[in-house]
Nanobody, 121 residues
C-alpha cells in the first residue's frame, strides 16, 4: 500500500515555472513506477509524465517534452515534476500516481488527492 500527497501547485503567469512534489509513504516505494497525470476543467484525466523505479526510464506527453522533467528520490520517497515555460493550457489539477503499469502512460494503482496548477496568460 502506498499513500501519496502532492504539493507545490499554485498560480503562475505564462512562461513561468513550478515544481510539484509528491511524498509517498509505504515501505515498497522504491519498487513502484511513479507518474504524474492532470485533469483540466471539462476534460478527461491525461498522462503527463512517468518514471520507472530505477529512474532509468521516463516517458512524457508530447506537449510537455522539453518543458517538464520528472525525477524521483527513492531514499526520500519523493517524486517531483519540474515544469518550465508553462502555458495556459497546462492549467489543471495534477495528480501523483504509483503502481507497476506495463507502460508508463496508464495502469497505476494508487493516486494522490491532486494539486491545482493555474497558468494565466
Amino acid at each position: 500500500q502506498v499513500q501519496l500527497v502532492e504539493s507545490g501547485g499554485g498560480a503562475v503567469q505564462a512562461g513561468g515555472s513550478l515544481r510539484l512534489s509528491c511524498a509517498a509513504s509505504g515501505r515498497t516505494f522504491g519498487a513502484y513506477a511513479m507518474g504524474w497525470f492532470r485533469r483540466a476543467p471539462g476534460k478527461e484525466r491525461e498522462f503527463v509524465a512517468g518514471i520507472r523505479w530505477s529512474g532509468g526510464r521516463t516517458d512524457y506527453k508530447d506537449s510537455v517534452k522539453g518543458r517538464f522533467t520528472i525525477s524521483r528520490d527513492n531514499a526520500k520517497t519523493t517524486v517531483s515534476l519540474q515544469m518550465n515555460s508553462l502555458k495556459p493550457e497546462d492549467t489543471a489539477v495534477y495528480y501523483c500516481a504509483a503502481g507497476n503499469p506495463p507502460v508508463l502512460v496508464a495502469g497505476y494503482n494508487y493516486w494522490g488527492q491532486g494539486t491545482q496548477v493555474t497558468v494565466s496568460s
